[in-house]
T-cell receptor
Framework: GESVGLHLPTLSVQEGDNSIINCAYS??????FIWYKQESGKGPQFIID?????DKRQGQRVTVLLNKTVKHLSLQIAATQPGDSAVYFC???????????FGKGTTLSVSS | DSGVTQTPKHLITATGQRVTLRCSPR?????VYWYQQSLDQGLQFLIQ???????AKGNILERFSAQQFPDLHSELNLSSLELGDSALYFC???????????FGSGTRLTVV
């Protein structure tokens, strides 16, 4: 069935390091992907998105890379800060094109 | 504040009872989506409404139902509650179908 998965459930980094969070997706027809950040007690917050006609998109301290050949998505966070500690989800449009489906998330812990 | 308002924030109820969760989308957003988040299942898509009409169903139980009213707010009704229904329930909204979801802060439902 369709699923969006993340390679690692947890990632621990030091403040100032670069973080890379990975995601494998299953729907080869999906043309839209989003990364969300969820802090404890809050709803998911949009970080950055990318369409399938792009390989890379940059935001403020974040970069999303899309490799359609191997159906892989990654989120890079530059100069990680303690405030980046959260659960990160990737999401893609489901095969029916009716909703976003989410992976189970990677918990990023940043120590200072 | 994301602009998506969910009430109540917390709800504790007994098995067998019925509850109603409410969501007000961001101003201008016509689409409303409901998601359930539990520890072992991640974010699961339940149902979507667009301008008052149901557009898509996900993994929504028959005991659950939803509707979107003319003023675009939405309600999720959960009945015959079971212990396993304890979860966070999120509402999201978007202007364009399936693009740029904004999530509310969720309702934490505890069934005892």
């Amino acid at each position: 069935g369709e699923s969006v998965g993340l390679h690692l459930p947890t990632l621990s980094v030091q403040e100032g390091d670069n973080s890379i969070i990975n995601c494998a997706y299953s729907n080869s027809a999906s043309d839209y992907f989003i990364w969300y950040k969820q802090e404890s007690g809050k709803g998911p917050q949009f970080i950055i998105d990318i369409r399938s006609n792009m390989d890379k998109r940059q935001g403020q301290r974040v970069t999303v890379l899309l490799n359609k050949t191997v159906k892989h998505l990654s989120l890079q966070i530059a100069a990680t800060q303690p405030g980046d500690s959260a659960v990160y989800f990737c999401a893609e449009i489901n095969q029916a094109g009716t909703a976003l489906i989410f992976g189970k998330g990677t918990t990023l812990s940043v120590s200072s | 504040d994301s602009g998506v308002t969910q009430t109540p924030k917390h709800l504790i109820t007994a098995t067998g009872q019925r509850v109603t969760l409410r969501c007000s989308p961001r101003s201008g957003d016509l689409s409303v989506y409901w998601y359930q988040q539990s520890l072992d299942q991640g974010l699961q898509f339940l149902i979507q409404y667009y301008n008052g009409e149901e557009r898509a169903k996900g993994n929504i139980l028959e005991r659950f139902s939803a509707q979107q009213f003319p003023d675009l707010h939405s309600e999720l009704n959960l009945s015959s509650l079971e212990l396993g229904d304890s979860a966070l329930y999120f509402c999201a909204s978007s202007v364009v179908f399936n693009y740029g979801y904004t999530f509310g802060s969720g309702t934490r439902l505890t069934v005892v």
